[in-house]
Nanobody, 125 residues
């Protein structure tokens, strides 16, 4: 069993920055990790993912160049640094863990075994 707890959400003006953290506990942290988001009335969408070692990262086109995913395996924590935020980035952000190894699987929510409870990010215009 893996427990995931997100933190760092909040309200920020457009163009600002925000950093999210996801602390993992439980059986193992040696999993690839992903960040997803869900806005009201929309499906959950992929934001970013990082391999178990942190050597490979993956991003949605909508956030590429603005968001950075990273991890510290010693602290069992994965991060999402969000810069140049836009109102359309407003959503509940979730971190998730997967035992999948191939990056091809990282873009789909169904590939993930464990989910956090989510943290709200609101970007005002």
């Amino acid at each position: 069993q893996v427990q995931l707890v997100e933190s760092g959400g909040g309200l920020v003006q457009a163009g600002g920055s925000l950093g999210l953290s996801c602390a993992a506990s439980g059986r193992t942290f040696s999993r690839a990790m992903g960040w997803f988001r869900q806005a009201p009335g929309k499906e959950r969408e992929f934001v970013a993912a990082i391999s178990r070692s942190g050597g490979n990262t993956y991003y949605a086109d909508s956030v590429k160049g603005r968001f950075t995913i990273s991890r510290d395996n010693a602290k069992n924590t994965v991060y999402l640094q969000m810069n140049s935020l836009k109102p359309e980035d407003t959503a509940v952000y979730y971190c998730a863990a997967t035992q999948r190894i191939s990056g091809n699987y990282y873009y789909q929510p169904r590939s993930y075994d464990y989910w956090g409870q989510g943290t709200q990010v609101t970007v005002s215009s």
